[in-house]
């Protein structure tokens, strides 16, 4: 089981950025997905995720209005389309999958049990 995130790099305020998650071993439409961010001397927290079946969306408040996260399950990957990028956005960003029926709630980050490397994004004023 894989998830391999993409798309990170240095951008400048006000730019755009989308990453990428490919997901592979595992059966994709089965698994909750979100995207987690982490900066220096900081804790992990939640940016965005989304149901298996795409029907629920749940987005950080520091993001509402500025990311999109959505999924293609035919390409078993999930994406984050990052806009109008402030400073405090820089973070690596990693992607994470939570089966399905597996207890807890896709807006918890310890409900995932599958984590990808994480991509950085650098966002400079």
């Known amino acids: 089981v894989q998830l391999q995130a993409s798309g990170g790099g240095l951008v400048q305020a006000g730019g755009s950025l989308r990453l990428s998650c490919a997901a592979s071993?595992?059966?994709?439409?089965?698994?909750?997905m979100g995207w987690f961010r982490q900066a220096p001397g900081k804790e992990r927290e939640i940016v965005a995720a989304?149901?298996?079946?795409?029907?629920?969306?749940l987005y950080a408040d520091s993001v509402k209005g500025r990311f999109a996260i959505s999924r293609d399950n035919a390409k078993s990957s999930v994406y984050l389309q990052m806009s109008s990028l402030k400073p405090e956005d820089t973070a690596k960003y990693y992607c994470?999958?939570?089966?399905?029926?597996?207890?807890?709630?896709?807006?918890?980050?310890?409900?995932?049990?599958?984590w990808g490397q994480g991509t950085l994004v650098t966002v400079s004023s």
């Open positions: 994470a999958a939570k089966g399905k029926y597996t207890i807890g709630s896709y807006s918890s980050i310890n409900s995932y049990n599958i």
């Open positions: 071993g595992l059966t994709f439409g089965s698994y909750d």
């Open positions: 989304m149901r298996w079946n795409g029907d629920n969306t």
